[in-house]
């Protein structure tokens, strides 16, 4: 049976604005005191500001990074799990992030283990989507060099095909990286831009 001429209308609508404006839905998680409330409002407001431990969540929507408009949800003190609360938040993931503080050996440890556990248990929801880590807090003296979290996530063994990315020279307080690993997560989310849409 033939759709109604309106259904073909808004679907259609929804294609241009997709090409147009695309929308896309990023996770940020990660250890407690990592740094996550501070970068996002450093990429919102583009200014340090004074955190409080997130207890449940923050959900901020960017301004369009090259026309891609980021919502990204900081999932706060249940990003164990805790209370099951992971179902809620993988749902239309494009992209995770997770915050580590470079200095401290045990959240590295904490967040090798909940991050590969979180993608095994919701695999599905999560398959396709990028993965940018923030090796925070590098204006630390004692901060570990990149490729030693980089190892000690056991990002190379365990992503398998996913897309990711460690961005080594990340601070939230002085903003340092941030651009950089938005920069490479835009590449991989934009897809179809207003130029490919218009065919340009
Ligand atoms: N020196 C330094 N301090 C930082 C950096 N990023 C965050 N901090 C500080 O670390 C503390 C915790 O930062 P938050 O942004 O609240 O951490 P969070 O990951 O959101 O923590 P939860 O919400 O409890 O999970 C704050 O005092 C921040 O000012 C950084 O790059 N360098
Ligand atoms: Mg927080």
């Not at 900081?74 to 799990?81: K, M």
């Not at 179902?87 to 997770?98: E, K, L, N, P, S």
């Not at 925070?136 to 990149?146: E, I, S, W």
């Amino acid at each position: 049976m033939l759709k109604p001429v309106s259904d073909y209308f808004s679907t259609l609508q929804k294609q241009i604005a997709e090409s147009l404006w695309p929308q896309r839905r990023v996770l940020m998680v990660g250890p407690s005191a990592g740094g996550k409330t501070t970068i996002l409002y450093q990429l919102k407001l583009g200014e340090t500001v004074t955190t409080i431990p997130t207890t449940g969540f923050n959900v901020e929507s960017l301004t369009p990074i090259l026309g891609v408009t980021f919502t990204i949800w900081e999932v706060g003190a249940y990003w164990n799990n805790r209370g099951g609360l992971w179902r809620h938040y993988v749902q239309g993931t494009d992209a995770v992030i997770c915050v580590v503080d470079s200095s401290d050996m045990e959240q590295i440890e904490e967040a090798r283990s909940t991050l590969w556990r979180m993608y095994e248990e919701y695999d599905e929801q999560l398959r396709g989507s990028a993965l940018l880590v923030f090796a925070n807090k590098q204006d630390y003296l004692h901060a570990m060099a990149v490729a030693e979290i980089r190892d000690r996530l056991e990002l190379e063994t365990r992503a398998g095909r996913r897309r990711w990315h460690i961005e080594g020279g990340s601070s939230a307080v002085s903003g340092d990286g941030l651009v950089e690993g938005m920069a490479w997560m835009t590449t991989q989310l934009k897809g179809r831009t207003w130029r490919q849409a218009l065919g340009m």
